[in-house]
């Protein structure tokens, strides 16, 4: 990609110092290929400032040249919206992995300023040692970024009792496409003076500016965690388990996770380290259907272990609960997450996979569940579905996973169709066919067809008001025009 003139990537490189570009394709390689592989791009230069000042003089320059920025954080993403190079225009990649920097912890106002480049991780080991805590929580949290997990309003497994990252944003900072800084960083938990910016960016990913900061709320650290695994007959019990949990232990409730069996027993065959939380059934496997639920408590561990225990008994005389395990330590607790938390990558070793990641209403689980079954397997019979996710609040990442009989190859090439009819039969549910993933490259033609189109078009209108030479993150979440 030589589209780009040297005058201009030499003024890239002096925004950000010797220290904060690479151009070598060695050196470039590891951040032009998305988790799941299947987007794998190209750039001639990424950049990576380490102050808001060195990203806004950034900005300036490629408003200046007309250059098409890709925003990245950790790359973790799922949707290819963090590649460059899948446009024929010439991008160049803008990474957030310098502005690592914990600005300022205000234990008296429980929020946290911290940069976009900060890891996930990183950032609740830091408050953590104050006795706070920072909610958002998913597998990839060793990696991602604070920066990502805005840009596409990650959710998680925490997402039942928080809400999903746009809840725990109070304030942003973002270099707008022209350069300009939004200094929107503030701790206010009331502020009605005017249009609340920070929800436009926040869930943009990337395509209306880059976020260079956050104040985001925090909460007092649980002084108690109650976790069980439990075994249930089918969606329907657990929706009814999920329904008397809620009636039962009301708030304390943050996590309710549902997983198919086979995909448990995936995570036991392909992911060392991992143990059953339950004894395997008569044919060898896990239970046909599984729930984690996690309770945590300002009070007491005792009292809170008692309320789980009365609440498990009740569950196992009305039929609710065929069978469970309940943590009995911190280390237990982490093992039931760990096969949790691997269903992704234990699926990579059982063939392709065509993933979905919608919702809908919980008390319509059951009935998606089944009729998505239904349905994929007169597409392609031998099919295996392999659903798991946050049942909790609607969330279900409908994974497929080739027939034994089929090639991966001419399994994958059959995505699109298979794409199409759970994505319309999830919103002809009322559901989302993007529920906490995003859009990226990968769904922007289905958001064009799905989308309410007056909500389009006011997108639309907000991109053109904000980034009108459509330099950033083109192509993701809104296609171009002539990709309609």
Known sequence: MTDISSQALDALKAAVGPQGWLDDPDALAPYLTEWRGIYSGCTPLLVAPASTAEASAVLRVCAEHDIAVVPQGGNTGLAGGAIPGLQSRPEILLSSRRLNRVRNIDPANFTVTVEAGVVLAELQQRVAAQELYFPLSLAAEGSCQIGGNLSTNAGGTNVLRYGNSRDLVLGLEVVLPSGEVWDGLSGLRKDNTGYDLRHLFVGAEGTLGFITAATLKLFPAPRSRATAWLAVADPDAAVALYSAARRHLGEEMVAFELMAGNAVDMVLAHIPGTRAPLDAEAGGGQPPWCVLIEFTSAGEQAVLDAQLLSFL?????????????????????????????????????????????????????????????????EQVPGIRPVPFGHLGDGNVHYNLSQPPDMDTDTFLARRAEVNRVVHELVTGMGGSFSAEHGIGYLKAAELARLKDPVALAAMRAIKQALDPQGIMNPGKVLPLPDAD
Do not use: Y
């Open 313 to 377: 008994e009740q569950c196992m005389s009305d039929g609710l609960v065929a069978d469970g395990a309940v943590a009995a330590s911190d280390a237990q607790r982490e093992d039931f997450w760990r096969v949790r938390h691997g269903i992704s990558e234990a699926q990579k070793h059982a063939g392709g996979s065509i993933k979905h990641d919608v919702s809908v209403p919980v008390s319509r689980m059951a009935e998606f569940l089944a009729t998505a079954n239904s349905v994929v397997a």
